[in-house]
């Protein structure tokens, strides 16, 4: 039984296909189209999951989509209805909107889907509709290693529901508790976004990685004024600060007044005040999470915790989490946003059908490392650097990892572009920037001249996973770098140089002594690498291990900032040429940018080239 898995037009496009609840293939439509969290049908992404499965979409028994539409233009209606005449012009903008094209979601995706069955009418009756929550649900749930689990879902909203608690045993979930709009932290959390400047469902991460340097002197403010907070982690919001639910903003004048400051401009100097305002809704949003997983912990007694939805991405809550709320185990599906959406749907449907048996294979999930999307074959990129005239090196087989290694080691950035593609948002060494996290100047270099980003964002190690336990105060693996947590004190006292022995200062002894991969708070948002889920990258950094003593690389996504990372290898060399990016490898091909040149013919023919998905 194929199924296909749909999420589309909000934000976060994707398509995820499962054969008899194994995944076969999932991916974000923005990677084909290169336009940012992409809404768009996911045209492309369907025709790749086929593709990988050499299958016709004839051969679907069903197609799933990640939420009800109906409901949602209910909550849509109910909404300005509660706050009538408030809001009538984002109103009278938004209906039409729902009238062309989101209330007939039904029987537009039908006519996508016939054009995708080249041109034969798709059967109605394979279309399904799956509730936004529990498909974050599924997604949390089916895939982990867990057989039975407390399963957290919390995300901006999704038809009326914005946190969901559910359980899930066996092949079975059953919600239990709800928290609906307009009462949400996803929102709370993008309201934030809105105000200091950033874009909302997309830079939420941002205001994450801006608060560690700030205080948190505003979080009594905004929990006396914004939102009530209850013992067991229920909340409500005080909606006379926001204006999401009838008005074209986050915050009206009342939130600005509270603070003392208008919404930033994007363009704006961002100041000690938007510090203390992130490090502020941080604190927040880390003190309903953790009372709300203690209490779920207290209440159902058992040891795992499986969450999903866009919430789950604040890799800083969860490490809270697993250290504060008394859960054992926690499991976070990869692609905890609306992308993962398409892949919960699917795997709802495949289970609710009778008989159904959900196999647990020991301690490992089913995500396969999340490595779902496309690879590329080596004569296919040795023919687009053949044709573009590109001087390049093929690696020895049996000197590969160890020639790469040799690049990081002597301080140059390499573009790393193999096998399959990431699902999610992390790159996670597939379509990754590598480099050495001991390089003082490392973290610089990355955001001013390749990411071209903000220079307060952070970069995350990717360690070697049986070097865990003696480097990072973390007790379990953390594959898709969601788990943050800080260098050992004892190893900080071995490694860090003498000066810092004496009235040991642990921050400082951080930074010094891995200052690319460790933030201001001498946090690092940790990816682990086991030699039998991810082989490839765990040999690259053995590599580099052997040739310098250092387990870890810094691990960063393949592509510039607000550009979606890297899917082909077209994608990889326009990346490359518009970058101070040293090094490009793709595949079996190294590139060396001194031995690149009339960078800008290159690129113009680099347009012209087709991507063909093998």
Known sequence: MYILGISAYYHDSAACLIHNGEIVAAAQEERFSRIKNDEQFPEASIRYCLA?????????TYVVFYEKPFQKFERLLETYLAFAPKGFFSFIKAIPVWLKEKIFLKKNMLSALTTLNNEQKFDAEKLLFVPHHTSHAASAFYPSPYQDAVILTADGVGEWVTTAISIGRGNKITTLKEIRFPHSIGLLYSAFTYYLGFKVNSDEYKVMGLAPYGKSVYTDLILQNLVDVKPDGSFRLNMKFFNYCTGLSMTG???DKLFGHPVRKSHEEVTQFHMDIAASIQAVCEDIMLKLTTALHQEFGLDNLCMAG???????VN???LKQSGFKNIWIQPAAGDAGGALGAALEVYYNYPGRERKITGDKDKMQQALLGPSFAIDEVEQLLLARNLSFEVLDDNNYYKSIAEEIAAGRIVGYFKGRMEFGPRALGARSIIADPRNKAMQSVLNQKIKF?????PFAPAILREFLPQYFDLNCESPYMLLVASLKEEFLLRYAKDEFLTGFDKLKASRSVLPATTHVDGSSRIQTVDKDD?????KLINAFYDITGCPMLVNTSFNRMDEPIVCSPKDALECFLHTDIDVVVIESFMLRKQTVTANSAITLDLNNYE???V
């Not at 990988?52 to 679907?60: C, D, G």
């Not at 866009?310 to 800083?316: K, Q, R, T």
């Not at 980003?453 to 964002?457: D, K, V």
């Open 534 to 538: 991810h082989p490839d990258f765990y």
């Open 253 to 255: 004048k009342s939130f």
């Open 611 to 613: 991507n063909t998905v």
């Open 319 to 321: 490490g809270k989490i």
């Open 310 to 316: 866009g919430v789950a991405l604040n890799c800083v």
């Open 453 to 457: 980003r903000e220079s307060f964002r």
């Open 52 to 60: 990988e499965a050499q299958i016709k979409l004839s051969e679907i």
